[in-house]
């Protein structure tokens, strides 16, 4: 079942945080939906815009519209992840996503704030909610490039009037993560004591994590066994995910975990099976152990186990 995000956050807020997991195929739908259903978590499906370019949106639609039906339980939103305002529109003119997310965050503080108000007015129009940005994460992701120096911690004052402005209904806040593999070039730092700030500054008000994925040494090791070059991977401790929910963060969202499964999968399956040439077989493969690890995700975020009650509020 499809909901608005805004449904998900009201269940969850300073309890537990949802999943926002970004899919760009057919193993990676299944085995998410696979997952939520193992852990009974309710999540969010997120669509970014390099996933519409890598093939026709409708393919992407298509498949989401098919994963619920095998999957009648599921109970999910589907959010447009980091869209530009022409993406934003489309996917609001669409009638299929439940939320967008304006990020207009490289911009000067006013233009953000006067591109996400259009995108407000536009979504709210058609009764589709709107996650905005403030402060910028460092980081690679797809069309997404900052640098270290130039990445910078959210204003607790500012993200205040931002959302009085706007009108959005969740923001993304930049405390220290940052979106790719290599996130930290030194320890990490989360920075707690800004989410904090933030909070009192916007009691109840739904909070969003960009650039968590974790990084798991593990997988790293073994994709640089099968072949990989992957070198200083670090991420987001994952145990601190329930701290933030308790501090307001009610979506958090992971996109390089995944890969890195998919890549391990791959790469050692073809290492191991070098006569192979029948793609469905790591494919198998790859749909069991991401949905693992969605299972593994959703204990972090406390969501798994709420489906149930989830279910209840939607009744």
Same mark, same amino acid.
């Given at each position: 079942?499809?909901?608005?995000?805004?449904?998900?956050?009201?269940?969850?807020?300073?309890?537990?945080?949802?999943?926002?997991?970004?899919?760009?195929?057919?193993? #990676? @739908?299944?085995?998410?939906?696979?997952?939520?259903?193992?852990?009974?978590?309710?999540?969010? &499906?997120?669509? /970014?815009? =390099? %996933?519409?370019?890598?093939?026709?949106?409708?393919?992407?639609?298509?498949?989401?519209?098919?994963?619920?039906?095998?999957?009648?339980?599921?109970?999910?939103?589907?959010?447009?992840?980091?869209?530009?305002?022409?993406?934003?529109?489309?996917?609001?003119?669409?009638?299929?996503?439940?939320?967008?997310?304006?990020?207009?965050?490289?911009?000067?503080?006013?233009?953000?704030?006067?591109?996400?108000?259009?995108?407000?007015?536009?979504?709210?129009?058609?009764?589709?909610?709107?996650?905005?940005?403030?402060?910028?994460?460092?980081?690679?992701?797809?069309?997404?490039?900052?640098?270290?120096?130039?990445?910078?911690?959210?204003?607790?004052? #500012? @993200?205040?009037?931002?959302?009085?402005?706007?009108?959005?209904?969740?923001?993304?806040?930049? &405390?220290?993560? /940052?979106? =790719? %593999?290599?996130?930290?070039?030194?320890?990490?730092?989360?920075?707690?004591?800004?989410?904090?700030?933030?909070?009192?500054?916007?009691?109840?008000?739904?909070?969003?994590?960009?650039?968590?994925?974790?990084?798991?040494?593990?997988?790293?090791?073994?994709?640089?066994?099968?072949?990989?070059?992957?070198?200083?991977?670090?991420?987001?401790?994952?145990?601190?995910?329930?701290?933030?929910?308790?501090?307001?963060?009610?979506?958090?969202?992971?996109?390089?975990?995944?890969?890195?499964?998919?890549?391990?999968?791959?790469?050692?399956?073809?290492?191991?099976?070098?006569?192979?040439?029948?793609?469905?077989?790591?494919?198998?493969?790859?749909?069991?152990?991401?949905?693992?690890?969605?299972?593994?995700?959703?204990?972090?975020?406390?969501?798994?186990?709420?489906?149930?009650?989830?279910?209840?509020?939607?009744?």
């Amino acid at each position: 079942m499809i909901v608005t995000t805004k449904k998900l956050f009201e269940a969850a807020y300073g309890k537990y945080a949802i999943g926002a997991y970004n899919i760009n195929n057919m193993e #990676q @739908a299944m085995g998410l939906f696979q997952g939520c259903i193992d852990s009974q978590a309710p999540f969010i &499906i997120q669509i /970014s815009k =390099g %996933a519409r370019d890598y093939t026709n949106k409708l393919m992407l639609e298509g498949m989401i519209r098919a994963a619920n039906e095998v999957f009648p339980d599921a109970i999910f939103a589907v959010h447009l992840d980091h869209g530009d305002e022409e993406a934003c529109y489309d996917c609001i003119a669409s009638g299929f996503y439940s939320s967008v997310m304006i990020d207009a965050s490289h911009e000067s503080y006013e233009k953000n704030i006067k591109i996400t108000k259009r995108i407000v007015d536009a979504a709210h129009a058609k009764g589709i909610v709107v996650e905005a940005e403030l402060g910028q994460l460092g980081g690679v992701e797809e069309h997404v490039s900052v640098s270290e120096e130039k990445a910078k911690l959210t204003n607790p004052d #500012q @993200a205040k009037d931002f959302v009085d402005r706007t009108g959005c209904d969740s923001l993304a806040v930049a &405390i220290g993560t /940052s979106h =790719g %593999a290599f996130k930290f070039s030194g320890s990490q730092s989360l920075h707690f004591d800004v989410l904090e700030q933030i909070q009192k500054k916007l009691p109840g008000f739904p909070l969003v994590m960009h650039g968590s994925s974790s990084v798991p040494q593990d997988e790293v090791e073994r994709i640089n066994n099968a072949g990989g070059k992957i070198l200083g991977a670090k991420g987001v401790d994952a145990t601190q995910f329930k701290k933030a929910a308790l501090l307001g963060v009610t979506k958090i969202n992971i996109d390089t975990d995944g890969r890195l499964v998919w890549t391990r999968v791959h790469r050692e399956f073809f290492r191991d099976h070098p006569e192979e040439f029948d793609l469905r077989k790591p494919g198998q493969t790859f749909m069991k152990e991401y949905a693992k690890f969605i299972v593994e995700k959703n204990n972090y975020l406390g969501s798994a186990g709420q489906l149930g009650a989830v279910r209840k509020l939607m009744s």
